[in-house]
Every structure is written in structure tokens, then in C-alpha cells.
């Protein structure tokens, strides 16, 4: 089993900026590409950024030039960092990763979500 912890969320004035965490724990040999997708109310859920673990990023164009994934293959871990925020990224943030390679296969997890709200 395999367990993705988000972390970094919050409330934020527009134009400001946040970090969100997402560490994936649990038994497992690789995982292939880590994103992050959100959710607003009333609305489906979207693709954010994903990188590979190669390093191949792609963004959504809405994103494009304030937001920034990284991750740290040492600690499984993925990071988004989201300057000039503006309400319209309120939404919750939910960690994905994909092609996660373990001894029964290869599958998909989510993590729980975090909430990032920016006020305007």
C-alpha cells in the first residue's frame, strides 16, 4: 500500500504566494510521474502540473509562469510552488501519483487534498 501525505495549504491574499507538499510513503520501487490536480466547487477536477521522474513537466496553460513542480526522488516527495495567486486557484489540491511500480504492479494513488483558498 502506498500513502501520498499533501501538506502546505492554506489561505492566502491575491498575488501571494504557497507551497503544498505531497510525500508518498508505503512499498514500493518507483513512481513514475507525480502531479498535482485541484478541484474547484462545482467543478471538475483539473490537472495542475505533473513531472516525470525523469523531470519532464508539463503545466495547465493557467498555471503556466506562477506555478512551479518539483520533486525530490530521495523523498519521494513533490512540490508545487504557486506564486501570484489569484482567486480563481482556490480550490482543494490533490496529490496524484501515476505508475507506481510495486511488487503486485503498477497503479495509481490520490492523496486526501489540501485546501488552498486565496482571497481577493
Known amino acids: 500500500q502506498v500513502q501520498l501525505a499533501e501538506s502546505g495549504g492554506g489561505l492566502v491574499q491575491a498575488g501571494g504566494s504557497l507551497r503544498v507538499s505531497c510525500a508518498a510513503s508505503?512499498?514500493?520501487?518507483?513512481?513514475?510521474?507525480l502531479g498535482w490536480h485541484r478541484q474547484a466547487p462545482g467543478k471538475q477536477r483539473e490537472l495542475v502540473a505533473v513531472?516525470?521522474?525523469?523531470?519532464?513537466?508539463n503545466y495547465a496553460d493557467s498555471v503556466k509562469g506562477r506555478f512551479t513542480i518539483s520533486r525530490d526522488n530521495a523523498k519521494n516527495t513533490v512540490y508545487l510552488q504557486m506564486n501570484s495567486l489569484k482567486p480563481e486557484d482556490t480550490a482543494v489540491y490533490f496529490c496524484?501519483?501515476?505508475?507506481?511500480?510495486?511488487?503486485?504492479?503498477?497503479?495509481?494513488?490520490w492523496g486526501q487534498g489540501t485546501q488552498v483558498t486565496v482571497a481577493s
Open positions: 513531472i516525470s521522474s525523469g523531470g519532464s513537466i
Open positions: 508505503g512499498s514500493f520501487f518507483k513512481i513514475n510521474d
Open positions: 496524484n501519483a501515476r505508475g507506481v511500480v510495486t511488487m503486485n504492479g503498477m497503479y495509481d494513488y
